[in-house]
T-cell receptor
Framework: NAGVTQTPKFQVLKTGQSMTLQCAQD?????MSWYRQDPGMGLRLIHY???????DQGEVPNGYNVSRSTTEDFPLRLLSAAPSQTSVYFC????????????FGDGTRLSIL | KQEVTQIPAALSVPEGENLVLNCSFT??????LQWFRQDPGKGLTSLLL?????REQTSGRLNASLDKSSGRSTLYIAASQPGDSATYLC?????????????FGEGTQLTVNP
């Protein structure tokens, strides 16, 4: 059982470059989310989805885009990378019914030079 | 806006000690509270989820309690072991949502010394 899989695990970008962080889950979970984790700030929600075709903004959405064309996949796109987006990014998923725990991937460590 | 605070930020204890980690939140209109464990360089692993109607939840040596009225939760770890060394985070869902969107505390970094 793979759970939540994130790729790549590490990435270095130059300012202005674009890239897509991949997230896939094999648990048939309706809910998927993207968080970033920064020292002194904790984890903050970027975007989330409650099902295929449905996405919405979280706490810190600027500079990021998402789409959800299938239940399994929820990619996060950085449109024009900035040094402030240097962070560790986590994808999470959970069942759509109430009071279900979230399952996290191992994260993508992203550095923007 | 919901704020989640965890005290202490770091804790170092000898092996075998019982310990308590604290979590407080400002908005009591929550459906549940989750405790997670994070090992260095890894993602988060859900340890316990307490529903708003529950007072506590247990899993092995872990016991989590929830007092919504006072905005507090505690994670009790019995007979701590070096393998318990990790960062422990608590999280609550956004107001009137059940769990797809979480607000996290910054965590307590626990070190259990042999």
């Amino acid at each position: 059982n793979a759970g939540v899989t994130q790729t790549p695990k590490f990435q270095v970008l130059k300012t202005g470059q674009s890239m897509t962080l991949q997230c896939a889950q094999d648990m048939n979970h309706e809910y998927m989310s993207w968080y970033r984790q920064d020292p002194g700030m904790g984890l903050r929600l970027i975007h989330y989805s409650v099902g295929a075709g449905i996405t919405d903004q979280g706490e810190v959405p600027n500079g990021y885009n998402v789409s959800r064309s299938t239940t399994e996949d929820f990619p996060l796109r950085l449109l024009s990378a900035a040094p402030s987006q240097t962070s560790v990014y986590f994808c999470a998923s959970s069942r759509g019914s109430s009071n279900q725990p979230q399952h996290f991937g191992d994260g993508t460590r992203l550095s923007i030079l | 806006k919901q704020e989640v605070t965890q005290i202490p930020a770091a804790l170092s204890v000898p092996e075998g000690e019982n310990l308590v980690l604290n979590c407080s939140f400002t908005d009591s209109a929550i459906y549940n509270l989750q405790w997670f464990r994070q090992d260095p360089g890894k993602g988060l692993t859900s340890l316990l989820l307490i529903q708003s109607s529950q007072r506590e939840q247990t899993s092995g040596r872990l016991n989590a309690s929830l007092d919504k009225s006072s905005g507090r939760s505690t994670l009790y770890i019995a007979a701590s072991q070096p393998g318990d060394s990790a960062t422990y985070l608590c999280a609550v869902p956004w107001r009137e949502t059940s769990g797809s969107r979480l607000t996290f505390g910054e965590g307590t970094q626990l070190t259990v010394n042999p």
